[in-house]
């Protein structure tokens, strides 16, 4: 059994321990928050819980052997370092941490400290994910790709009111194209591999950084283009270009529809795909089978890969956010 610490005590948390406990191969062991009251709230459904308000006493938790940290973003980086230092394995919800520096940091101190570092990149882990990669023809085949996130975010009513809630702020490392954006790199990166460039054209918003945006991501053979956004609603499907049609997925960062339309004999072919109704299951899975497998050759080959693709998302979207003149305070740290 994975004893599982929690950091962050929003809904996304919620959704990480009903799948991990739904899976039967976790428990809850232990709530984190600045204020007891909040951490209780948090945990009173799911039993036998301890609680604490610093993390010292938290990570202390002797039992406590797996942590998933869904703080605000710019928090994740020494939350995680403290947590490896404690001998923890880290789970960190997307994106998991602000620049490469941190990225790599994290990453090599993992592997001195015999830990496992994920991040919770929960697209990546869907089976429907691994499918529509699996079909996918050589790159020579592919004439490019369209991808949308673009979802209205009720924190922009803050904005608009002159206020700078965390999503938005570039003090803790947000905007769209950290918050949803991640999903569609995701995408990219992980069935095509690392583009030769990246461009990201974005419209600030006033807290200085992206409320829009449109990015290109080039390849040798093709273009992938990514359009996200917290400040409106998209209703446009995703789509991949082949020399002999076009694949129709309603989404990337959780894809329950799939089609191929022929170009040639003009039908269309419905993919079937598998899909779970809570879209954190497959990847709370997939962090049990490496955690309860440590010295398993597949399950160490399969962790290298995870940990290599977030690595390379992290660059490109750094690249992406620098490229529109998007600065956070982690780049001055």
Do not use: C
């Given at each position: ?185 995701y995408a990219a990166v992980g069935w095509f591999g690392m583009p030769n460039e990246s461009h990201y054209f974005a419209r600030k918003i006033p807290t200085d950084v992206d409320g829009i945006g449109t990015a290109i991501l080039r390849y040798d053979l093709f273009d992938v283009t990514l359009q996200t956004g917290k400040n409106a609603d998209s209703f446009l499907d995703s789509e991949i270009y082949f020399d002999g049609g076009t694949l129709i997925l309603d989404s990337v960062n959780a894809i329950s529809k799939a089609e191929f339309h022929d170009r040639n004999h003009q039908e269309r072919d419905i993919i079937e795909l598998t899909t779970e109704e809570n ?55």
């Amino acid at each position: 059994m994975i004893h599982l610490g929690i950091i962050g005590t929003n809904w996304i948390s919620h959704q990480f321990v009903n799948a991990a406990l739904e899976t039967k191969r976790y428990d809850l062991t232990a709530v984190y928050s600045r204020k007891l009251e909040t951490a209780q709230k948090f945990g009173e459904e799911y039993g036998d819980v301890e609680y604490a308000t610093d993390l010292k006493t938290f990570f202390g938790i002797a039992h406590m052997d797996t942590v998933y940290i869904a703080s605000p973003n710019s928090l994740h980086f020494e939350q995680a370092k403290q947590g490896i230092l404690a001998g923890k394995n880290i789970i960190v919800e997307k994106p998991a941490f602000s620049t490469p520096a941190e990225m790599e940091e994290i990453i090599e101190l993992a592997n001195q400290q015999k830990v496992f570092f994920f991040e919770a990149a929960r697209n990546i882990h869907e089976k429907s994910f691994k499918k529509i990669g699996d079909l996918l023809p050589l790159k020579n085949k592919i004439m490019g790709a369209n991808f949308t996130y673009m979802k209205y975010s009720s924190r922009y009513d803050q904005v608009l009111d002159g206020q700078e809630p965390n999503i938005f702020s570039p003090h803790f490392s947000g905007g769209a194209m950290a918050d949803l954006g991640v999903y569609l790199v995701y995408a990219a990166v992980g069935w095509f591999g690392m583009p030769n460039e990246s461009h990201y054209f974005a419209r600030k918003i006033p807290t200085d950084v992206d409320g829009i945006g449109t990015a290109i991501l080039r390849y040798d053979l093709f273009d992938v283009t990514l359009q996200t956004g917290k400040n409106a609603d998209s209703f446009l499907d995703s789509e991949i270009y082949f020399d002999g049609g076009t694949l129709i997925l309603d989404s990337v960062n959780a894809i329950s529809k799939a089609e191929f339309h022929d170009r040639n004999h003009q039908e269309r072919d419905i993919i079937e795909l598998t899909t779970e109704e809570n879209p954190m299951i497959e990847e709370a899975h997939d962090f049990a089978d490496v955690l309860e497998n440590p010295n398993d050759s597949i399950m160490g080959a399969r962790y290298e890969e995870w940990v290599e693709l977030a690595r390379n998302v992290n660059k490109v979207l750094t690249t992406l956010r620098k490229s529109a003149g998007i600065v956070f305070d982690a780049d001055k740290e």
